[in-house]
């Protein structure tokens, strides 16, 4: 089955740096690679996704990568706010109608 | 509105006691996943319904596990004996009505396990 591995565990950067968190995964037949984000006390919420018929894809400060050739790819946001605090997750799935994988959390601390 | 009502929010027991978590989506969906969320081992998917009916349970840990969704808006996740290697967050997600494959997470249920 899918293996989701993911980088940093925890990761702390100052407000207004860039901060970077990678995922791999093991199943070349994943095509659907979703990004959470989880305040504390809170279930996680989609933040961004990405298929596999893309490269890249932005939404404002926030934006994911993936290369399908390596298995990989990543979550960059940008200008960092204190309210990006949380914990992130990757996650990996089957044309998005399979249940996801997850990566086990970037802890991400943006100290202002 | 694709939300997910948890109960309880915290529970607290002790080694050996039946622990029932509840999960009822706002609007009824066929598709409903428990997640379980520790510090070791990340979410893991427990088991996930389609239709009403278990698809794949294989991330259950062992028989003290058990989940049932009786109808689209209801399911329980039922623990017995619970042990202290229990405690953990319990998630119930669903997915959102367009299919886009976007999970919907309830605000989960805190177990410890005394």
């Known amino acids: 089955g899918e293996n989701v591995e993911q980088h940093p565990s925890t990761l702390s950067v100052q407000e207004g740096d860039s901060a970077v968190i990678k995922c791999t995964y093991s199943?070349?037949?994943?095509?659907?690679f979703p990004w959470y984000k989880q305040e504390l006390g809170k279930g996680p919420q989609l933040i961004i996704d990405?298929?596999?018929?893309?490269g890249e894809k932005k939404d404002q400060r926030i934006a994911v990568t993936l290369n399908k050739t390596a298995k990989h790819f990543s979550l960059h946001i940008t200008e960092t706010q204190p309210e990006d605090s949380a914990v992130y997750f990757c996650?990996?799935?089957?044309?998005?109608?399979?249940?996801?994988?997850f990566g086990k959390g970037t802890r991400l601390s943006v100290i202002a | 509105d694709a939300g997910v009502i948890q109960s309880p929010r915290h529970e607290v027991t002790e080694m050996g006691q039946e622990v029932t978590l509840r999960c009822k989506p706002i609007s009824g969906h066929n598709s409903l996943f428990w997640y379980r969320q520790t510090m070791m081992r990340g979410l893991e998917l427990l088991i996930y319904?389609?239709?009403?009916?278990?698809?794949?349970d294989s991330g259950m840990p062992e028989d003290r596990f058990s989940a049932k969704m009786p109808n689209a808006s209801f399911s329980t996740l039922k623990i017995q004996p619970s042990e202290p290697r229990d405690s953990a967050v319990y998630f119930c997600?669903?997915?959102?009505?367009?299919?886009?494959?976007?999970?919907?997470f309830g605000e989960g249920s805190r177990l410890t396990v005394l």
């Open positions: 199943d070349s037949a994943s095509n659907y």
């Open positions: 996650a990996a799935s089957f044309s998005g109608n399979t249940p996801l994988v």
């Open positions: 319904f389609n239709n009403n009916v278990p698809i794949d």
């Open positions: 997600a669903i997915w959102g009505s367009l299919n886009t494959g976007e999970l919907f």
């Open positions: 990405i298929r596999s018929n893309v």
